[in-house]
């Protein structure tokens, strides 16, 4: 292979500035999108919710579950976070269609949630999910580049009140 | 037992909550939050990112730790904000023992908020989870002072 030329090299230093300068547009142009679906709540997902949580015991009995339904049902709202999309929208691993960022590694790592509780759930009520891509960005991290995507999620009652909202970090890296 | 909040000395240390959470665990909180990202079910493709195993979900740490301040609250009590971040990987049937302390109490008008510090270990003593929780009671003065000691 002949031995690169000053154009050569000229041009892939002006490639690697393009890259970075690009990175960012593309996030850019994707921060702030926002999708918006409906969801009634049906009693036996809250049971199955508890069930999977580890509170399994007494779930028919009427008292207890409700006592319950007051104490945990805050996070109850994480079923409602993942957006039912086709499966093959998904990126290959699986994550949740909000992490279908270009340039943002392949796997994710660790990644954080602020939950906001203004309500308990009401079994039976028809409940509006908004979530909106809020910011992506890169840090350096000991063993490369890491990408942190921010989704917000708020959930809405039929009078449009806020009854709960999520702030979640995505950590990916390649 | 029951006291004025105004009494108790802080940190107050709540009783740990000890979990294992099992494979059949794991996949039915994927199952019901509809988190179908591969790591939490197939071992093989977490395997290739790196992972001993499954790994156990964010969510359900947090729901581990919701469920240690939940059980705790009085009656009254409701938790209005839980921040947790993932530190590293937890797996299938490894012991996690979750600790939580009451740090601030505070009156705010007609509801007292209540301030807590959470961190979750794994039985190796790796950090897994650090949280943050507010909770809010509402005209209620008294609350059990179940601690860990």
């Not at chain 1, 996030?27 to 049906?42: A, F, K, M, P």
């Not at chain 1, 691993?93 to 992490?99: F, K, M, Q, R, V």
């Not at chain 2, 790196?50 to 009085?74: K, T, Y």
């Not at chain 2, 989870?129 to 059990?144: D, I, P, Y």
Request: hydrophobic share 35%; aromatic share 8%; glycine share 4%.
């Amino acid at each position: 292979m002949d031995n690169p030329t000053i154009e050569d090299s000229c041009k892939n230093i002006r490639d690697f500035e393009f890259k970075k300068s690009l990175k960012p547009k593309i996030w850019e142009n994707l921060i702030g999108h926002e999708t918006s679906r409906y969801h009634t709540v049906h009693p036996r997902e809250i049971r199955r919710f508890l069930n999977s949580i580890g509170e399994c015991s007494d779930l028919h009995n009427t008292e207890k579950y409700s006592q319950r339904m007051q104490r945990i049902s805050v996070l109850f709202y994480q079923t409602l976070i993942f957006d039912d999309v086709d499966l093959r929208t998904l990126p290959p691993d699986g994550s949740p269609i909000e992490l279908v960022i270009p340039n943002t590694g392949s796997r994710s790592v660790g990644g954080s949630s602020n939950f906001s509780i203004i309500r308990t759930v009401i079994p039976g009520e028809t409940l509006r999910i908004r979530s909106k891509l809020k910011d992506v960005y890169s840090k350096m991290g000991a063993s490369g580049e890491l990408y942190f995507i921010l989704v917000e999620t708020k959930i809405e009652d039929q009078c449009e009140a806020l009854v709960a909202s999520e702030l979640a970090t995505y950590i990916r890296r390649d | 037992m029951t006291c004025d909040l105004l009494d108790i000395d802080l940190p107050l240390a709540l009783p740990d909550l000890v979990e294992t959470p099992s494979r059949e665990q794991i996949f039915m909180f994927s199952a019901v939050t509809w988190n179908r990202h591969k790591i939490h079910y197939s071992d093989v493709h977490a395997k290739s990112e790196g992972h001993r195993d499954i790994v156990v979900q964010r969510g359900l740490l947090g729901n581990f730790l919701a469920r240690q301040i939940g059980s705790w609250l009085p009656e009254k009590g409701h938790i209005r904000q839980l921040n947790w971040r993932v530190i590293d990987s937890a797996y299938p049937n490894e012991k996690l023992v979750c600790k939580t302390e009451l740090t601030s109490i505070k009156q705010v008008d007609h509801s007292i908020c209540l301030s807590f510090s959470s961190k979750i270990f794994a039985e190796d003593s790796r950090l897994i989870v650090k949280g943050h929780a507010e909770a809010e009671l509402r005209q209620c003065n008294t609350m059990s002072t179940n601690s860990a000691n």
